[in-house]
């Protein structure tokens, strides 16, 4: 004969359960979280990062605090994330078609694309042509006549080596029959900072890494690979219309978060809830459209989803940075 528990046993021990299980859950975060940026500081990727860190604490109900893991176009960064640990303290941004690049192209890479976990998409940010104020180059024409004149002479700075910046120059190159000298930087900052002190012509980097020194008057956009003009910065041309050939523009940079792959339902949920609060938050939308900061919010379902499709794309460019 088979024994039941009385009811008044079965409800204690639940109750007993739910009072174990229960505040672990509720109460997360109970610390702060780390969100691992693969890029150095003062670039597209990490302003935006810390930009959102700042304005996602009130929804979290913690401090989410950036920790910079830069080189190897990212690699390292991502290798750190995809070996985090999966309690929720510890996430990061993931770039696309970056992360992917790193992938396919090198050997031994630490990870697969299969031990992330797409929390949200926060930023499109496409790629720029820029140079310091006071340069010869007027506009992208001038810097194109330059390059056809002295091919594989002109230097022109990027993240690197097999990021998104250099599959867009390399789509560039070959659209518009020109051949530059690609130098590769640990982040947009760094590249950025090469171009105003002349270590470059020009360089490859993130409209939002680019932005605040438009406003300061130290950096020109010569161009935007984009299909058309950012509403944000109306006065800046494309790529294509400048130079009349249409350039495809593979390089925007899909800036999201992620957390290593084993993540609580429940606290993929709680994360999910507090971004798609920020990107709401009027407080965060005014500092980042006056930052120039380009968004584009997905939940986690149309990231993942996202992803998927972008490295069906990959196929049409890869080899020409292989």
Not at 189 to 216: I, R, W
Not at 277 to 305: I, K, Q, R, T
Request: proline share 7%; hydrophobic share 45%.
């Amino acid at each position: 004969m088979i024994k039941t528990m009385k009811p008044w046993i079965a409800g204690l021990c639940a109750g007993a359960l739910a009072a174990l299980a229960g505040p672990a859950l509720a109460d997360y975060p109970e610390k702060p979280v780390t969100m691992i940026v693969a890029y150095s500081p003062g670039g597209g990727t990490d302003t935006a990062a810390r930009t959102i860190a700042k304005y996602v604490e009130k929804h979290l109900g913690q401090r989410l605090v950036v920790e910079n893991k830069p080189g190897a176009g990212g690699q390292i960064g991502f290798s750190a994330l995809a070996r985090a640990a999966t309690d929720g303290y510890e996430i990061g941004f993931i770039n696309v078609p970056s992360i992917q690049l790193v992938k396919r192209l090198r050997d031994n890479v630490p990870y697969e694309l299969s031990d992330f976990q797409p929390i949200a998409n926060i930023q499109l940010d496409p790629v720029v042509v820029a140079v310091k104020t006071d340069s010869p180059y007027q506009t992208l024409s001038d810097l194109l006549a330059d390059a056809r004149e002295r091919p594989g002479e002109v230097n022109i700075g990027a993240d690197g080596p097999q990021s998104n910046n250099q599959l867009q120059l390399a789509v560039a190159e070959d659209a518009l029959d020109v051949d530059f000298n690609f130098i590769a930087f640990d982040g947009s900052g760094p590249a950025v900072k090469a171009t105003l002190g002349g270590e470059v012509a020009a360089s490859l980097p993130s409209l939002s890494s680019a932005a605040s020194h438009v406003a300061n008057g130290r950096i020109r956009i010569l161009g935007v690979f984009a299909r058309k003009r950012n509403p944000q910065f109306p006065d800046f041309p494309t790529v294509s219309e400048e130079a009349g050939v249409e350039v495809p523009s593979v390089g925007a940079s899909l800036r999201g978060i992620a957390a290593p792959k084993g993540l609580s339902p429940e606290h993929l949920a709680v994360l999910e809830k507090a971004f798609a609060a920020v990107m709401e938050d009027p407080e965060f939308l005014a500092h980042a459209e006056s930052a120039g900061l380009p968004l584009e919010y997905m939940n986690a379902a149309d990231f993942s989803a996202y992803l998927a499709d972008a490295e069906t794309q990959l196929d049409k460019y890869i080899d020409l940075i292989r």
